[in-house]
């Protein structure tokens, strides 16, 4: 189903409001999830939006959280979220970041009682616009099983880098450590289609194709032992700086909306001003990025296929076709206008 784009922010900005949330964040949570749809990362898009209207209704996320640095000592900090809405929070963590890094050439902010921030790529890009680089991680619900095991016990616990580049886009890293992110399983058991081999095994630890299967089951750590071990040290990154929850002590929300999941999440940006300047730095990563893509006719670099399907997206959607009608049916449980 194809939708414009201002209309599907417009809408997911006005569903999110009618659940108590202010204006201002709710625009800016439609503008996350829209985008990771633009970019093709439908995961991460507007897949989600039914079910932020569901943990708003049921109090697994805070509609006006209070949010607060429980400690702040210059250069690093640690933000309690109020168990709103992961962009709200997220955004403070920016925020912080952006002025902090300036200040002190790094920074290091871990989250708490946070929920679901989006795509990472929408954060980090906001620090490359700045000059800075960045590495950002978090915490998730249990959907992970650890290489040699079959009970999920971590995250997909996704990992964001971001280089920025001189008068282009840039290069980024934005990825699930699970072989398919979970979100991609959800959508493709909404779809009713297989999932990749690979990807998940069933709750008896059977490797399995079925995405009904896999949403009970397990997903796998993608790259054997070594990616698992990025995994489990993610998680330790991500929740151990703060008083975030680990994946095998939290509910997610797809399985109970009233669940504060506490997820933690670690922002860390570095000023190339104050190693080697920024023009020298975006220059060479630039540098960088011609000879790679000048490698082999097949070869892109990180972010680029994202940032061009942003770009040819950036009018209308083709949204799939159960994520269009989870949408329809949220316009009109909540008696807002459908979005065209």
């Not at 399985?255 to 080697?276: C, R, T």
Request: proline content about 4%; some cysteine; hydrophobic content about 45%.
């Amino acid at each position: 189903m194809r939708l414009s784009v201002d209309s599907l922010r417009t809408f997911g900005a006005a569903a999110l409001a009618s659940c108590g949330v202010p204006d201002t964040d709710a625009a800016l949570t439609a503008r996350s999830l829209v985008q990771a749809d633009q970019r093709g990362i439908a995961s991460h898009g507007l897949l989600r939006l039914p079910l932020y209207v569901r943990a708003l209704e049921s109090g697994g996320i805070a509609s006006r959280p209070e949010l607060a640095f429980v400690r702040d000592t210059g250069a690093t900090a640690v933000l309690d979220g109020g168990s709103g809405l992961g962009q709200v929070v997220m955004q403070t963590a920016v925020d912080w970041s952006l002025d902090r890094t300036r200040m002190h050439g790094v920074s290091a902010i871990a989250v708490e009682n946070s929920s679901h921030y989006g795509a990472g790529a929408f954060w980090t890009d906001q620090l490359a616009a700045a000059g800075l680089f960045a590495v950002l991680t978090s915490t998730t619900g249990p959907t992970v099983a650890v290489h040699g095991g079959s009970a999920k016990v971590i995250g997909t616990n996704p990992l964001t880098m971001t280089a920025p580049s001189a008068g282009e886009d840039p290069m980024t890293l934005d990825m699930a450590t699970s072989a398919g992110a979970f979100g991609k399983v959800i959508a493709a058991r909404n779809a009713g289609r297989p999932i990749p081999a690979g990807w998940a095994v069933d709750a008896e630890g059977r490797e399995t194709t079925d995405a009904d299967a896999a949403a009970a089951g397990s997903l796998l750590a993608f790259g054997g032992h070594k990616g698992s071990g990025l995994a489990v040290l993610l998680e330790a990154f991500a929740g151990g700086l703060s008083s975030a929850t680990f994946a095998y002590e939290t509910q997610d929300i797809w399985d109970n909306p009233a669940s504060e999941m506490n997820n933690g999440h670690l922002l860390i940006a570095l000023d190339s001003a104050a190693f080697n300047g920024r023009t020298t730095a975006e220059a060479k990563v630039s540098a960088l990025g011609t000879a790679i893509g000048a490698s082999g006719d097949g070869v892109r670099l990180p972010g680029e296929i994202e940032y061009a399907n942003e770009e040819r997206s950036a009018d209308a959607l083709d949204l799939e076709d159960s994520t269009a009608e989870a949408l329809l049916r949220v316009a009109d449980d909540l008696g807002l206008p459908r979005p065209q």
